[in-house]
């Protein structure tokens, strides 16, 4: 005996596998066109140039506990983006694997 599919669950599952490649796709786009814009804008050169800055500029007022505290942040902040892209992709994997080949 044998469970037949419900009617219409194909044509469901083929326009969900086609948001998934689409929502994959603007997502995609997206990271590179902000990645283009922080370029063009010099985003990384003035980030460096200001690092640069900080750290060769001592200043009378700043709190060193502060700035590294504040370092931590930025870091923690990095890797935090970095594990939610991954789990995303990881999860747009597991999802088409999931569906299989429609």
Known sequence: MS????????????????????????LEASVQR???????????EGHAAGVRE?????????DPAELEAARVREADLCRA??????ALKDAMFDIKAVLGPL
């Open 54 to 62: 900080a750290h060769s500029t001592s200043r009378p007022d700043a």
């Open 81 to 86: 983006v970095e594990e939610a892209r991954a």
């Open 34 to 44: 902000l990645a283009d814009s922080h370029h063009k804008a010099g985003y990384l």
């Open 3 to 26: 469970i037949a599919k419900p009617p219409g669950l194909d044509e469901t599952l083929a326009r969900f596998n086609g948001a998934l490649s689409r929502l994959e796709t603007a």
